[in-house]
């Protein structure tokens, strides 16, 4: 049974940092691509951060550019949100998930984790 699990969600003050954790387990998610994406109270989710299998490849959302980053670990189970330079407007539920072949910014993969909660305030 596939699984990710999502972890390091809190509560942080505006301009303060984060670090989500993916957990993948189940396959071997080593050779998936993984992204991030995060759904406000009242809105659609949305993309937010994903990277290619190898690793070599990040895409990230405008509105993150430059203030989050998404990395594997080395064994490639394990993928990363390191948030720093949180606003208000980045407060949501982050979701990781995982996807054969390319890494795409659309909602069209095929695992999902639970959710973790981010809080930010300002």
């Known amino acids: 049974q596939a699984q990710l699990v999502e972890s390091g969600g809190g509560l942080v003050q505006a301009g303060g940092s984060l670090r989500l954790s993916c957990a993948a387990s189940?396959?071997?998610?080593?050779?998936?691509?993984m992204g991030w994406f995060r759904q406000a109270p009242g809105k659609e989710r949305e993309f937010v951060a994903a990277?290619?299998?190898?690793?070599?490849?990040?895409f990230y959302a405008d509105a993150v550019k430059g203030r989050f980053t998404i990395f594997r670990g080395n064994a490639k189970n394990t993928v990363y949100l390191q948030m720093n330079s949180l606003k208000p407007e980045d407060t949501a539920v982050y979701y990781c998930?995982?996807?054969?072949?390319?890494?795409?910014?659309?909602?069209?993969?095929?695992?999902w984790g639970q959710g973790t909660q981010v809080t930010v305030s300002s």
């Open positions: 998930a995982a996807r054969v072949g390319v890494v795409i910014m659309t909602d069209a993969y095929d695992y």
């Open positions: 189940g396959r071997t998610f080593s050779s998936y691509a």
């Open positions: 990277i290619s299998w190898s690793g070599g490849r990040t």
